[in-house]
């Protein structure tokens, strides 16, 4: 087989966050390296695939794959790096393991996260740069696109992504088991720290309707609350405001902040509606005894964490069941693959044969004076018929799956028969 499909890259396992980030194809870079990977010689189609957690450069090659050294050089370009740095931090996979490597990849069964969807849509965000660039060819558009099929199916198929796999996410999810929806919802924050925010972006995203913003720093509540288009609320006003939350969060530093006894006399004030408290503080802000109370719904870190491990177990046990259907999608895309080699011949047998119809042709009509236009027509219809059922059964012989060493032979026997060696 001429062609070589290979993969150059590293990723989250296999090197730091300082040297991805380096080698991380930005706007700009990433075009220059892909103008200089295809001045190679032997590089007929190159994709680069650059996101946080990973940087690959797939590319099909006529000589089979180039080395790592040399490849590592368009890596680094631009960068200030040099080979020696990143070599070792480097992987690669040739053929049928560098199809099934892009196809893990697309389904995310090799993120950090298995199952994270926003993978496939940078891949192909990335692959429509490289078509638009003319860099990807057909051998790179089938295996890309099959990949997204790919990833479809085994997203379709398993409970991959059934699972969040995030503590904010997952405060989320909870919390819509407590309400039957989480629509015009408020939420109360109190604290400005980085994990309550980020459960706070997600309840908006789940549609809850209003958020407030309780912090120490009173101007820091503000600038939160102004970023999240929520209400500021001073601290010591907390309890004013608590009966109109359904969902509250602790993120703020320094310990408790909300205890049973005031939860019970909230309880009694909203008239048993149920509130759902998050606790992501650590020491943390709300008594653990707020749990015994009626309509009272805590969950603090531990438990959070602990929802999360088994969601990503779950997952990991789906993940088996995605890597088989990767399996099954790789031995097909192989077979495939391993038929370009024959595709040339086919090619050179038809145009050969066709050459040999034209000619004749001409060469009969020519003979036959007077001979109107439907006649000709009926004439090369004829003819084309007997080249394409002459040509049928040899065609399929070819095409047909047999060892490679006797595909070896039936093409080397194909070409001297017919004298094919020079038109390939």
């Known amino acids: 087989m001429s062609r070589q499909l290979s993969i150059l890259g590293l990723n ?58 040399e490849m590592t050089g368009f890596l680094v370009e631009g960068t200030g790096l040099s080979v020696d740095e990143c070599v070792p931090y480097l992987y690669s996979f040739e053929n049928r393991e560098a199809v099934r490597h892009l196809f893990r990849v697309a389904s995310s069964l090799d993120s950090m996260v298995v199952g994270e969807p926003q993978i496939l849509g940078q891949m192909k965000e990335q692959f429509d740069a490289s078509v638009d660039a003319h860099s990807a060819g057909p051998v790179l558009h089938r295996v890309f696109h099959k990949s997204f099929s790919v990833a479809k199916r085994v997203r379709s198929e398993t409970g991959i992504a059934s699972r969040t796999v995030s503590v904010a996410s997952t405060a989320v999810d909870l919390a819509s088991h407590i309400f039957e929806s989480l629509e015009g919802r408020t939420v109360l924050l109190i604290g400005a720290g980085d994990m309550g925010e980020t459960a706070a972006r997600h309840f908006q995203g789940a549609g809850v309707k209003d958020i407030m913003v309780a912090n120490r720093t009173f101007e820091n509540g503000v600038a939160l609350a102004r970023e999240l288009g929520g209400t500021p609320i001073p601290l010591e006003r907390l309890s004013n405001y608590l009966p109109l939350a359904d969902l509250v969060v602790g993120s703020a530093g320094g310990g408790e902040m909300l205890s049973a006894k005031e939860v019970k006399g909230l309880m009694r004030e909203r008239k048993g509606r149920a509130v759902f408290f998050i606790d992501v503080a650590v020491p ?50 192989w077979l495939w693959f391993e038929k370009l080699g024959v595709i040339p011949t086919i090619v050179a047998l038809r145009e050969y044969a066709e050459e040999i119809r034209n000619q004749e042709l001409e060469r009969t009509v020519a003979k036959l004076n007077g001979i109107s236009e439907e006649d000709r ?35 080397s026997a194909v070409r001297k028969l017919f004298s094919l060696e020079d038109e390939l």
């Open 284 to 333: 943390r802000n709300f008594d653990p005894a707020i749990n015994k109370i009626d309509g009272a719904y805590l969950y603090d870190m531990d438990d959070l964490s602990s929802v999360v491990e088994e969601n990503l177990e779950e997952r990991q046990r789906e993940a088996v069941k995605g890597e088989a259907i990767v399996e099954g999608e790789v031995d097909h895309f």
């Open 377 to 411: 027509i009926r004439i090369d219809h004829m003819t084309r018929s007997i080249v394409n059922k002459l040509l049928h059964r040899p065609t399929s012989v070819l095409k047909r799956e047999v060892r490679p060493d006797e595909e070896t032979r039936m093409l």
């Open 12 to 69: 989250h396992r296999t090197a730091p966050v300082e040297l991805r980030e380096k080698l991380a194809m930005t706007e700009g870079r990433g075009e220059g390296v892909l103008a200089s990977l295809l001045t190679h010689d032997h590089i007929e189609e190159v994709v680069l695939l650059s996101t946080c957690n990973r940087v690959e450069i797939v590319y099909c090659s006529r000589e089979g794959p180039i080395e790592t050294e």
